[in-house]
């Protein structure tokens, strides 16, 4: 059975997990542009100034910790922070926040979503990551309204779901919507790069999704020539912050974009731990191994990942340790964000508690993780100096 046309058994629909790659995605003609691609475009027009790296102290937490999405309120979040403070090794939550919720005019920010729950993180001396969101399914918006005019070309485009529902991918083809998104970013970075308690900023992944209308060649090379922009930017905006980018398809423009990821510090992410995925393996997990050691790791444990084994695939419910070592050992994880599902009938969460309970399970430290700073960071420490 192949990745792409896997089908779920006793009738059960895919998941909407399923609805966030399309054709473009998997599509593998065998071209591969050019690895260096990024780094020289950047180096050519003079985005990148003195060096991102050298003598800089980065904040360093490395562990597990607790993800919630952008509709998480307090009762579930606080919930988390209560879980995390039971356990040496978790080290804190991860919260989205889509750039709608954050921007609700052009340059008007609401940063209240992160001030609160960064805040509660902090009292209980918790950690905080931000996902800062570029792409949505359920109708929800993934771009202010502003953007949605012709001379941002929309900003966004639509994609379907596998329920016929509709979702959208920002435009980040177009130079201005890049522009406003890296405008926020150096805003965040002003207001938290220095907070202690603020671990880092990660951003969502790079598949374009089962789009409604066919993205050019031109655009798809674009979009991915501005997001190595647009992380180089941030690595600008968080001199001492991790940053990470999650990773999975298309395979054809992965590698350029992970080029200039290790060459900026950049840290390798994946928007789902799936313990047995020949496809993400090909696309995506390929690439832990040169960033081990180099740049921060951070792996995302999704809904579907404790009922799947691979992308599309049937009802299959992996143990969570299964998961947990995938991460460890074949993905060479700094950081494991766990998604919080107490979704019945399964409640997956539970396991991986009794996971962290359990009397095997490494409790010092990082839970088992690699704790060792990366080698594109000199400094690392647990706060930034005074």
Not at 318 to 339: G, H, K, M, Q, T
């Amino acid at each position: 059975m192949s990745v792409a046309t896997a089908t779920a058994t006793a009738g059960e629909p895919i998941s909407s997990w399923d609805s966030r790659i399309g054709a473009d995605d998997l599509l593998d003609d065998g071209t591969v542009l050019d690895p260096l691609a990024f780094v020289r475009e950047q180096n050519s027009t003079g985005l990148v100034g003195a060096s991102l790296n050298a003598g800089r102290t980065m904040k360093w937490n490395p562990g597990h910790y607790i993800e919630f999405g952008s509709n998480a309120g307090d009762f579930m979040i606080e919930a988390g922070i209560e879980e995390a403070r039971q356990f040496p090794f978790v080290k804190g939550i991860m919260v989205r926040a889509d750039w709608a919720q954050l921007e609700k005019g052009r340059g008007e920010y609401d940063f209240s979503r992160i001030d609160r729950y960064l805040n509660k993180a902090a009292a209980k001396g918790e950690r905080f990551f931000l996902t800062l969101g570029t792409k949505n399914f359920g109708g929800a918006k993934a771009v202010p309204d502003y953007l949605r005019q012709p001379w941002f070309s929309g900003g966004a485009f639509k994609i379907t779901t596998a329920y016929g529902g509709s979702g959208e991918n920002a435009a980040l083809y177009d130079d201005d919507v890049r522009d406003r998104l890296i405008a926020l970013i150096q805003e965040l970075g002003k207001r938290y790069n220095r907070h202690n308690y603020f671990e880092g900023i990660t951003f969502t992944e790079t598949a374009f999704g089962q789009t409604v209308r066919p993205l050019t060649d031109a655009q798809k090379e674009k979009m991915f020539s501005n997001l190595a922009k647009i992380n180089t930017a941030a690595r600008q905006a968080f001199p001492n912050t991790v940053v990470l980018q999650f990773v999975n398809y298309p395979a054809k423009l992965v590698p350029a974009l992970f080029t200039n990821m290790l060459d900026k510090g950049v840290g390798m992410g994946g928007p789902d731990v799936f313990v047995n995925d020949p496809a993400l393996e090909r696309s995506a997990y390929v690439w832990n191994v040169q960033a081990k050691g180099r740049v921060p790791i951070g792996m995302k444990v999704e809904s579907d990942c404790y009922a799947r084994q691979y992308h599309g695939g049937p009802i299959d419910p992996p143990n969570v340790r299964e998961i947990y070592r995938y991460a460890r050992d074949r993905l060479y994880s700094n950081y494991v964000f766990w998604y919080r599902d107490i979704s019945q009938p399964r409640r997956p969460w539970g396991n991986v508690l009794n996971m962290f309970r359990g009397e095997a399970f490494p409790t010092g430290g990082t839970g088992g993780l690699d704790s060792a700073c990366p080698a594109k960071f000199g400094n690392c420490a647990s706060k930034l100096p005074s």
